[in-house]
């Protein structure tokens, strides 16, 4: 799903229409059983598909790009890699090399080609729901995504499999990968992001992979739990000391006596398990205790038969300021060998008022059951690079809180700003968050386009990662503390 959810589901749904390179940190490889001499080719040609531009390879394929065992290449690529979007600034160009520099990212060359005997597949595993909901089937609607990842697989030269899975289908589709590994290599690339409240597959997924022992990329069971409850991932912001809005946990029928008074107002309410910004409304953000109250009650009634509330509710101090979201590929307790990509700034149109600034259902799905679209077809919002002057700061914080439950594989962080403090405050971190150079649809497709990577060299990045970390039995550091 998009922005503010866990998955990933890519579709034509809106306007809205962001740019340093990765900074700090990048994920390698460790020797293993998958070891090779691979080489990444120094030179690369551009070509036009689809109207997006991508940077392919002339040779190597995935042997050669994301099996390099002896180091791996992290050369930024050249401009222009992206897709062409307008942005709401332009001197960033600076600021990305800057931070690649500061990075490290250019290692020596390597050489070679992979003698393994097995060819290398990968298995892409896509959360679907089984609904005849029309709106619940859009929200989970995978089709345009797996154009991409043709894209990106046919320029990394890797065969692959795109595999559609629901809750009571995923472990044949596991089988059937194990039972054919015989004659290839696996990497499962595992897109499940459901809570599996609403029979949408998920941990349950990830159980099951490490039970056959497949590599697969993404989350491993400790981050994918910890956030899909937001109480739990908030308790685990506060025992670290990451900054995050005040907020509190709300049982049905709690009083709801003295809650503006203990944290401020104005408050929003929100369901603690939800994806793609559902169950959030305009009307979600609250002034008094009747409002409150209604809201609460609309989320315990569901929506188009979803449960909204069997995971929790919860209320937090609604931050009144710029809103930002980091993106970071690695292990967080391999610091060294994970890449914190630059922030960036989600701009709200000028003509929405402070408090209906941020993503709502309607809005952001475009379903507008309960909510006018924008004027005149105008964007929602844009994407620009966040500030220089924060953006060491943003990463610091957006570390921090990937530290603090146990980020694995890949997560995007979201963070609020108060305009009136200056005070950074995240608001979640989302572990199997979607993916995609589209930006029309995530926010990682900007942070990609600003950073002048390639959507298939993010790919090879997060399966590098896969094939180098430990999937099971890894305990998180949840005593990680905010830098002094």
Request: proline share 7%; hydrophobic share 35%; aromatic share 8%.
């Amino acid at each position: 799903m998009m922005d503010g959810s866990r998955g990933s589901t890519s579709t034509s749904w809106m306007r809205p229409p962001i740019t340093a390179g990765p900074t700090d940190r990048t994920c390698s490889a460790s020797k293993g059983d998958w070891a090779t001499s691979g080489a990444l080719e120094s030179s690369a040609r551009e070509s036009e598909i689809s109207g997006r531009r991508t940077r392919e390879s002339p040779g190597g394929g995935i042997d050669a790009m994301w099996l390099a065992y002896s180091g791996t290449d992290r050369r930024p690529p050249g401009p222009g890699a992206g897709p062409r979007h307008r942005a709401l600034a332009s001197p960033v160009a600076e600021i990305a090399t800057s931070v690649l520099i500061s990075a490290g990212m250019n290692p020596p060359a390597q050489s070679g080609r992979n003698t393994h005997d097995r060819p290398i597949v990968a298995w892409v595993l896509v959360p679907t729901v089984e609904t005849t909901d029309a709106t619940l089937d859009y929200y989970y609607d995978f089709s345009a995504g797996r154009a991409e990842f043709e894209r990106a697989f046919a320029a990394l030269e890797t065969d692959w499999r795109w595999e559609p899975v629901t809750t009571t289908t995923f472990r044949t589709v596991i089988d059937r990968i194990v039972a054919e590994s015989a004659t290839q290599t696996p990497l499962v690339f595992n897109l499940c992001d459901g809570d599996e409240i609403n029979a949408v597959p998920g941990i349950s997924v990830i159980r099951y992979l490490n039970a056959v022992e497949l590599r697969y990329t993404g989350s491993d069971e400790h981050f994918y739990q910890i956030t899909t409850s937001k109480i739990d991932m908030k308790r685990a912001f506060e025992r670290a000391g990451v900054p995050t809005p005040p907020w509190e946990a709300l049982a049905q029928g709690a009083t709801l006596d003295g809650l503006f008074e203990r944290h401020g107002r104005p408050l929003i309410v929100k369901p603690a398990v939800s994806a793609g910004s559902m169950g959030i409304t305009i009307q979600s953000v609250v002034h008094t205790d009747d409002a409150l109250a209604e809201q609460l009650q609309l989320l315990h009634d569901g929506y188009h038969g979803w449960n909204l509330a069997d995971g929790g509710v919860f209320v937090e101090r609604y931050i009144v300021g710029p809103e930002f979201t980091t993106f970071i590929v690695g292990s967080s307790d391999s610091p060294d060998s994970s890449t914190i990509y630059p922030p960036v700034e989600r701009v709200f149109h000028a003509a929405l008022p402070p408090n209906e600034q941020f993503l709502s259902f309607d809005r952001l799905w475009e379903v507008h059951e309960k909510e006018s679209p924008m004027a005149d077809g105008a964007s929602l919002w844009e994407y620009q690079p966040a500030a220089a002057e924060l953006q060491q700061r943003i990463s610091d914080i957006s570390w921090a809180a990937y530290a603090s439950v146990g980020g694995q594989g890949y997560g995007r962080v979201d963070l609020r700003m108060d305009a009136a403090t200056g005070d950074l405050y995240v608001l979640e971190v989302n572990a199997q968050c979607g993916l995609s150079e589209d930006e029309n649809y995530t926010s990682i497709g900007a942070i990609l386009r600003f950073a002048e990577r390639p959507f298939h060299g993010l790919l090879r990045e997060i399966m590098d990662c896969a094939t180098s970390a430990p999937r099971s039995g890894v305990v998180a550091d949840t005593s990680a503390k905010m830098p002094a």
